[in-house]
């Protein structure tokens, strides 16, 4: 079962605006990390933060976490068009054999108008 | 260079075929992954290896089958028992620990 949620689906916005994609899940983590996707691509992974974090940085990127509310959102800042991609986040989990693996969400297709 | 690799990017396969999907990396990262992505869904865990020569099921293992003889290698096949294999495949590997994962370029498989 797919643990992290993103929130919208799909979001569209102009170039230089700010972009906000949140996640939920359902169960304790140790981390939550977030990817990108271009079209057809592989994932690329973006920002790890730890669950005794609150907010972390890099770039233009900045990511929340709430433990008490099993939530965390993505912040892209002054987006450009070669923002446009998917976005996921992915908790961590332990298989029914005892070892860690990453559940991700269904993602935030974000596009960026020039 | 470091990274991780996949080919073929696209194949075809007839119902009824096995077919089999490259991974391999030179990472030297112990943990490997199968991922499958259906259109406007995330990934959903195929398989996984923590170290040569061991593998375990993830969520969707039916119908598919892997293999970890060298470090650098975790090929996927799809068996005739899979019912909807038409998918994006990505492979992924990683240092053990539930970490940051590296992932390949991905292979398209349609069944025709």
């Known amino acids: 079962s797919q643990q992290g949620e993103e929130d919208p689906q799909a979001l569209s916005i102009q170039e230089g605006e700010n972009a906000t994609m949140n996640c939920s899940y359902k169960?304790?983590?140790?981390?939550l990390q977030w990817y990108r996707q271009n079209s057809g691509r592989g994932l690329v992974h973006l920002i790890l933060?730890?669950?005794?974090?609150r907010e972390k940085h890099s770039g233009r990127l900045r990511v929340t976490l709430d433990t008490s509310k099993k939530s965390s959102s993505l912040l892209i800042t002054a987006s450009r068009a070669a923002d446009t991609a998917s976005y996921f986040c992915?908790?961590?989990?332990?298989?029914?054999?005892?070892?860690?693996?990453?559940?991700f969400g269904k993602g935030t297709k974000l596009t960026v108008n020039p | 260079d470091g990274g991780i690799t996949q080919s073929p990017k696209y194949l075809f396969r007839k119902e009824g075929q096995n077919v089999t999907l490259s991974c391999e990396q030179n990472?030297?990262?112990?943990?490997m992954y199968w991922y499958r992505q259906d259109p406007g869904q995330g990934l959903r865990l195929i398989y996984y290896?923590?170290?040569?020569?061991?593998?375990q099921k993830g969520d969707i293992a039916e119908g598919y089958s892997v293999s970890r003889e060298k470090k650098e290698s975790f090929p996927l096949t799809v068996t005739s028992a899979q019912k909807n294999p038409t998918a994006f495949y990505l492979c992924?590997?990683?240092?053990?620990?539930?970490?940051?994962?590296?992932f390949g370029p991905g292979t398209r498989l349609t069944v025709l």
């Open positions: 290896s923590q170290i040569v020569n061991d593998f």
């Open positions: 169960t304790s983590i140790n981390n």
């Open positions: 990472l030297n990262h112990d943990a």
């Open positions: 992924a590997s990683g240092y053990r620990g539930g970490n940051e994962q590296f």
């Open positions: 992915a908790t961590d989990a332990i298989t029914q054999g005892g070892s860690e693996k990453l559940v």
């Open positions: 933060i730890r669950s005794n974090e």
